[in-house]
């Protein structure tokens, strides 16, 4: 099973996660200025909410994505809003992309909210979820 990890952060809260599982699967977490260059059997791809929305720089990603992906797996956190499944499953999807139904969000901190999260608690979740997954 060949797995990559890739995400998009502005605070370091969804980094956190994408170390995590990265870790749990045994490779390195890149961002997404790092385009995939071989075919993968899955792909952790990490996200956060920014004015209700995805950063372009994970639209564009997903849409540059020129090898094979056996599945995209979802990862998110945001700080009010749910995941960001719906925007980046759309985004796969409409690329012609494998879009697994599981995905891990847990809450990242915002100003005075949610401080410490994503916490040791969620990247020992996360870590659990990405080894669950790569078993699957
Ligand atoms: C510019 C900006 C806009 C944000 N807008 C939202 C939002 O609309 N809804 C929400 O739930 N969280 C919002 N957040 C909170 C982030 O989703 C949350 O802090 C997330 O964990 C950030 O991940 P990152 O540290 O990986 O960038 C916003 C954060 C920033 C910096």
Same mark, same amino acid.
């Given at each position: 099973?060949?797995? #990559?990890? %890739?995400?998009? &952060? ?15 699967? #045994? ?42 992906? #056996? ?5 998110? &956190?945001?700080?009010?809003?749910? *995941? ?22 847990? %809450?990242? *901190?915002?100003?005075?909210?949610? %401080? ?21």
């Amino acid at each position: 099973m060949k797995a #990559g990890v %890739r995400y998009y &952060t502005k605070s370091g809260n969804t980094k956190k996660l994408a170390d995590a599982i990265a870790k749990a699967v #045994g490779v390195e977490a890149d961002t997404v200025d790092h385009q995939l260059e071989e075919d993968i059997d899955i792909l952790f791809l990490g996200s956060s909410v920014y004015a209700a929305g995805v950063d372009d720089e994970v639209k564009k990603f997903i849409k540059e994505i020129h090898v094979k992906v #056996g599945k995209v797996v979802n990862f998110s &956190t945001a700080a009010l809003l749910p *995941s960001t499944y719906k925007q980046v499953s759309k985004l796969v999807q409409e690329h012609g992309l494998n879009m697994s139904e599981e995905e891990f969000h847990c %809450r990242g *901190s915002f100003a005075m909210m949610h %401080r410490g999260k994503p916490d040791d608690k969620d990247i020992q979740h996360a870590a659990i979820f990405a080894k669950k997954m790569i078993h699957e």
